[in-house]
């Protein structure tokens, strides 16, 4: 990367996008929404279980014009998800201001643990204990959906939950490999805390992006 580049992506006006599509969400509350995702690249989190590795490293992705890829997003659909990696690791203000004129509602898939930037309709909030969110950003999730690798994430998880607003909405959702373990064990700690509801990949069932 450039000093003109590195600048740029400061700025927001690049961002290294790793992937972009049109699609169905498949997890929490927006459920079988038709949204068109942006997947920016880079994340230092380090989810040992992380599902898309590929997207750690930013420099293995092009930088692309933030306003470029917010118009060919609202040309598909005007619910656009933005993802990662950890979106929050860029400056999103020129991305979703430019969403917002052309009339999309913004969602953000983030753990937290960078500032909020942007203009952010619904934000999935999914801490990590690599790397915890920012205090701030509790108050302002309107979902908390935290992934089940193993017994002691339900008591990281009823942690989380206290942190959160009361009208954040409780997801579990199980981590893809463990599903067949962990679900009845979702399902019995939900049966047991009525506020919690469960979260599925769908999408990985549809056979979709």
Same mark, same amino acid.
């Given at each position: 990367?450039?000093?003109?580049?590195?600048?740029?992506?400061? /700025?927001?006006?690049?961002?290294?996008?790793?992937?972009?599509?049109?699609?169905?969400?498949?997890?929490?509350?927006?459920?079988?929404?038709?949204?068109?995702?942006?997947?920016?690249?880079?994340?230092?989190?380090?989810?040992?279980? $992380?599902?898309?590795? /590929?997207?750690?490293?930013?420099?293995?992705?092009?930088?692309?014009?933030?306003?470029?890829?917010?118009?060919?997003?609202?040309?598909? $659909?005007? *619910?656009?998800?933005? #993802?990662?990696?950890?979106?929050?690791?860029?400056?999103?203000?020129?991305?979703? !201001?430019?969403?917002?004129?052309?009339?999309?509602?913004?969602?953000?898939? #983030? !753990?937290?643990?960078?500032?909020?930037?942007?203009?952010?309709?619904?934000?999935?909030? !999914?801490?990590?204990? #690599?790397?915890?969110?920012?205090?701030?950003?509790?108050?302002?999730?309107?979902?908390?959906?935290?992934?089940?690798?193993?017994?002691?994430?339900?008591?990281?998880?009823?942690?989380?939950?206290?942190?959160?607003?009361?009208?954040?909405?409780?997801?579990?959702? !199980?981590?893809?490999?463990?599903?067949?373990?962990?679900?009845?064990?979702?399902?019995?700690? *939900?049966?047991?805390?009525?506020?919690?509801?469960?979260?599925?990949?769908?999408?990985?069932?549809?056979?979709?992006?």
């Amino acid at each position: 990367m450039n000093k003109e580049e590195d600048i740029l992506l400061k /700025e927001g006006k690049m961002l290294p996008v790793m992937e972009h599509f049109y699609t169905i969400q498949g997890e929490g509350a927006h459920t079988g929404k038709a949204a068109y995702f942006i997947r920016l690249g880079g994340c230092d989190v380090g989810c040992h279980w $992380c599902d898309v590795k /590929e997207s750690w490293d930013p420099t293995l992705h092009p930088l692309m014009n933030a306003e470029e890829i917010a118009e060919t997003a609202a040309k598909h $659909c005007k *619910i656009v998800v933005l #993802t990662g990696g950890e979106p929050l690791m860029w400056n999103l203000d020129i991305l979703t !201001s430019k969403l917002k004129d052309l009339g999309c509602t913004i969602h953000i898939e #983030t !753990s937290g643990a960078y500032p909020l930037s942007g203009q952010i309709d619904w934000i999935t909030l !999914s801490p990590k204990k #690599t790397g915890l969110p920012k205090e701030e950003i509790y108050a302002k999730a309107h979902e908390l959906k935290m992934i089940v690798f193993n017994n002691n994430d339900f008591k990281f998880a009823t942690e989380q939950a206290a942190k959160v607003s009361e009208n954040c909405r409780l997801y579990l959702q !199980s981590e893809w490999s463990k599903r067949d373990e962990m679900y009845p064990k979702i399902t019995d700690f *939900i049966l047991a805390h009525p506020e919690w509801q469960a979260s599925v990949q769908t999408h990985k069932y549809l056979n979709i992006p």
